[in-house]
């Protein structure tokens, strides 16, 4: 699923995934309304880390330790100070990633800044058929698929290169706000001049 869909699996399946855009959209307005978007490296960090970690102590590390999700799938008897510790963390990035930050943001912080898994996923980008195009010569400039984008993928760069960055999600969010029609589903090797809702039709189906 992973290579066909690419980073797609975090909008469209990923259950996890789906609190902190559940959250995302709670509020009507942002009180957030700038995160540096450098902080999606982090998630390539916790990636690497973690595969060193999980290879020279043969133990998953994330799930043991950064995992938020851990707060309300697997929560574990508080039974020493190594598991308070472990608790506490899950907790304080629980309620700050998943539900804090999305809610005065709008954007999709845990996904963005600490999943390793996104963070793996968004190389298979490149591998999947999938893609979004943005069409240059349609563009206006009015950001709005910047400010829509929850996954910091959409910049000014990606306008001039005509595609978001690794870490698009496909949520189709660009899609829909483009009041130009100039952000569309693609289907690599094809023609972008094609029917538009026909990939974005193959793609979800």
């Not at 990606?158 to 693609?186: I, L």
Request: charged content about 20%.
């Amino acid at each position: 699923a992973t290579l066909v869909l690419g980073r797609g699996w975090c909008s469209w399946i990923c259950f996890f995934g789906g609190w902190d855009d559940a959250c995302s959209r709670l509020r009507k307005k942002t009180f957030i309304k700038r995160i540096d978007r450098k902080w999606i490296y982090l998630s390539f960090a916790v990636l690497l880390a973690i595969v060193l970690l999980s290879a020279l102590t043969l133990s998953p590390e994330y799930c043991l330790w950064l995992c938020p999700f851990k707060a309300v799938s697997e929560f574990v008897e508080v039974s020493s100070v190594k598991v308070i510790i472990q608790t506490i963390m899950f907790s304080a990035l629980f309620l700050a990633l998943v539900i804090i930050l999305p809610l005065l943001s709008k954007k999709r912080t845990q996904c963005s800044f600490l999943c390793p898994f996104g963070a793996m996923q968004a190389f298979t980008n490149k591998i999947s058929p999938y893609d979004i195009h943005i069409d240059k010569d349609r563009c206006s400039g009015c950001n709005r698929c910047v400010k829509q984008c929850s996954t910091f993928s959409m910049t000014e760069e990606s306008k001039e290169t005509g595609r978001p960055a690794m870490t698009c999600v496909k949520c189709g969010k660009c899609v829909d706000n483009c009041p130009k029609q100039a952000v569309s589903y693609h289907i690599k090797g094809t023609s972008f001049h094609l029917r538009k809702n026909l990939a974005r039709i193959i793609y979800v189906y």
